[in-house]
């Protein structure tokens, strides 16, 4: 069975920044697509950037949400086999509890839930000051 494991997750200043990790380990993620979703206190998940497997027709492509452009980046490193999530100018709206996810596809737009089968158990970002 996939099992995802998030880290980074902190406690960071407005404006700040930080780097998400996602690993699996014993498995080669690669072969994967993988999502990142996030979801704050009395909101619903949402669904924030996907990367395609290293080996599909896209070729490791991505997709973004309109709302985290020119903030967030997702990669990832294969010789890692770890998807990252780069989170820059962070305000405490972004203040969620980030997940990873994997499944088959990205789709044409953010992440949906249903198309990822396998699911970290998610890392706390607080942005405060």
């Known amino acids: 069975q996939l099992r995802l494991v998030e880290s980074g997750g902190a406690l960071v200043q407005p404006g700040g920044s930080l780097r998400l990790s996602c690993a699996a380990p014993?498995?080669?993620?690669?072969?994967?697509?993988v999502g990142w979703f996030r979801q704050a206190p009395g909101k619903e998940r949402e669904g924030v950037s996907c990367?395609?497997?290293?080996?599909?027709?896209?070729?490791?492509?991505?997709t973004l949400a309109d709302s985290f452009k020119g903030r967030f980046t997702i990669s990832r490193d294969d010789t890692e086999n770890t998807v990252y999530l780069q989170m820059n100018s962070l305000s405490p709206e972004d203040t969620a509890i980030y997940y990873c996810?994997?499944?088959w596809g990205c789709g044409w737009g953010p992440p949906v839930i249903r198309d990822f089968d396998y699911w970290g158990q998610g890392t706390q970002v607080t942005v405060s000051s």
């Open positions: 014993g498995f080669a993620l690669e072969h994967y697509a």
């Open positions: 990367i395609t497997p290293t080996g599909s027709s896209s070729g490791g492509s991505t």
């Open positions: 996810a994997a499944g």
